[in-house]
C-alpha cells in the first residue's frame, strides 16, 4: 500500500528553465527580472498598492511592524490559534500581545469579541484568515475606522481568495502571503508583503532594502543610495522569484485541481455531521473558497487521537495544526487569564487532512473510506 503524505510540492514544469534564465541572466541577487515580473503579477491581478517578495510570510509581517512604528507597549489584538510568526513580528518590535478566541463555527477570531479588547494602547489588529477562508472583514475595519488602529492581514494561507469580491490582502493597510512549499502557489520558502495605503510604499522598500534607498538609486530618482532608515535584508533571490513566477503563471490550473480536490473530500465526507459530529470547513457567505486545506474537527482531543493512529495504520498521514499561543511555553505566563475556549478546541480537536495537487481519484479515495471506516467502526 503506498504512503500518502500530508504535502508533496508541485511544480509546474517552467521552474527549471525560469532559474536557468535567471542564471544566464547573471542577476541571481533580489529585485531581477523575475522578482519585477512577480510584483507586476500580483499588483495587476488584485490592485494592491505595492507588491514586494520577501524570503517569508514572517519576513513580510516583520516588515508591517516595523512600518507601524511598533515600540514597546504597544498592544496589538491577534488570535490565539495562529502560526507563531503571526505574533513574533510584533514581539520582536516590543509589543504586547493581547489574544482573541476563535470563534465557535471557524478557526478564524472572533471579531465580536476584539471591540471589548481595545485600549488606548491598541495599535493594530492582525485578522489571520485561517484555510485561505476570509474573516469577517467589516466589523475590523470599521473598528480600524472607529478607533485610529491599524488592520494587518496574516493572508498567509489566502492567495487568490476573496471577501465579498475583493481579494484578501487588499483590505488591510498591509497584508502579508506566504509561498512556502506547503501553500497553494510555492517558492520553497518565500513570502509577499503588500502595501494598501501609498503612504506606506516607499518606506516599505527602504526597510526591504537593508535601511538604505537603494531601489530609487537604480530607478535614477537619487544620485546615490545612502542609510537612511532600519530595515533588514527581506528580499529574496531572483532564483526563487522564477520558480515562483512559473507557478503564477499556472495559478487557474493549480487551483482548479485543489478546488476539485476539496469538493471531492467534502461530498465524500458530509455524512459524518450528521452519524458523528464531526464537523467540516465552514465557509461563510462573504468568503470564498481557495482550497488550501481541508480538516475535520472532532469531537475531543482522544478521537482525533485515535484517527491519526488509525490513519497511520492505512499509510495515511494526518496532522493537527496549531498549538494555542496563549498557552505556549513562551507566552503562558503573560497571558491575562481570559479562557479562549475556541482556540483551545481547535487546539485539540481540528485534524488536516492530506492536500495536494497531485492526489489521485484513488488516493482521495482510500483516504475517504479509511476515515468513514473508522467513525463506522465507532
Known amino acids: 500500500m503506498d504512503f500518502i503524505g500530508f504535502n508533496k510540492p508541485y511544480m509546474t514544469g517552467n521552474e527549471l528553465e525560469y532559474i536557468r534564465a535567471a542564471v544566464t541572466n547573471k542577476k541571481i541577487s533580489g529585485d531581477g527580472e523575475f522578482t519585477k515580473k512577480c510584483h507586476n503579477f500580483f499588483e495587476n491581478k488584485y490592485g494592491f498598492s505595492k507588491a514586494l517578495l520577501t524570503t517569508s510570510c514572517t519576513d513580510a509581517l516583520e516588515m508591517c511592524a516595523i512600518l507601524l512604528n511598533i515600540k514597546p507597549g504597544d498592544e496589538v489584538i491577534v488570535p490565539s490559534y495562529t502560526f507563531v510568526s503571526t505574533v513574533n513580528a510584533f514581539i520582536l518590535r516590543g509589543a504586547n500581545i493581547v489574544f482573541v478566541d476563535s470563534?465557535?463555527?471557524?478557526?478564524?477570531?472572533?471579531?465580536?469579541?476584539?471591540?471589548?479588547?481595545?485600549?488606548?494602547?491598541?495599535?493594530a489588529i492582525i485578522p489571520v484568515h485561517y484555510a485561505g477562508v476570509a474573516c469577517d472583514m467589516d466589523p475590523l475595519l470599521a473598528l480600524g475606522n472607529k478607533y485610529g488602529i491599524a488592520i494587518i492581514e496574516d493572508a498567509a494561507q489566502a492567495i487568490d481568495s476573496y471577501y465579498k469580491g475583493k481579494p484578501l490582502g487588499s483590505f488591510g493597510a498591509m497584508s502579508a502571503f506566504s509561498f512556502h512549499e506547503t501553500k497553494n502557489i510555492i517558492s520553497g520558502e518565500g513570502g509577499l508583503f503588500v502595501s494598501n495605503d501609498e503612504k506606506f510604499n516607499a518606506r516599505a522598500e527602504i526597510i526591504r532594502e537593508k535601511g538604505t534607498n537603494r531601489s530609487a538609486f537604480f530607478r535614477g530618482e537619487v544620485d546615490k543610495y545612502n542609510w537612511v532608515d532600519m530595515g533588514s535584508s527581506f528580499l529574496p533571490s531572483d532564483i526563487i522569484a522564477a520558480f515562483l513566477f512559473a507557478q503564477l503563471e499556472k495559478m487557474r490550473e493549480i487551483q482548479s485541481k485543489r478546488k476539485a480536490i476539496w469538493e471531492h473530500f467534502g461530498k465524500a465526507l458530509s455524512p459524518l455531521t450528521a452519524r458523528s459530529g464531526?464537523?467540516?470547513?465552514?465557509?461563510?457567505?462573504?468568503?470564498?473558497?481557495?482550497?488550501?486545506?481541508?480538516?475535520?474537527?472532532?469531537?475531543?482531543?482522544?478521537?482525533?487521537?485515535?484517527?491519526?493512529?488509525h490513519l497511520k495504520k492505512n499509510n495515511i498521514q494526518a496532522v493537527f495544526h496549531y498549538l494555542s499561543l496563549h498557552k505556549s511555553d513562551y507566552f503562558k505566563g503573560s497571558h491575562d487569564g481570559r479562557e479562549l475556549k475556541f482556540a483551545d478546541h481547535y487546539t485539540d480537536t481540528l485534524l488536516r487532512l492530506p492536500f495536494y495537487y497531485e492526489l489521485s481519484d484513488n488516493d482521495l479515495n482510500r483516504i475517504t473510506d479509511s476515515i468513514l471506516n473508522f467513525f463506522n467502526a465507532r
Open 278 to 309: 464531526v464537523k467540516l470547513p465552514f465557509i461563510p457567505d462573504y468568503a470564498t473558497n481557495n482550497a488550501h486545506m481541508f480538516y475535520l474537527v472532532c469531537n475531543n482531543i482522544q478521537e482525533r487521537s485515535a484517527l491519526i493512529e
Open 103 to 123: 470563534s465557535a463555527d471557524s478557526p478564524n477570531m472572533d471579531v465580536n469579541l476584539v471591540e471589548e479588547l481595545i485600549t488606548s494602547k491598541t495599535k
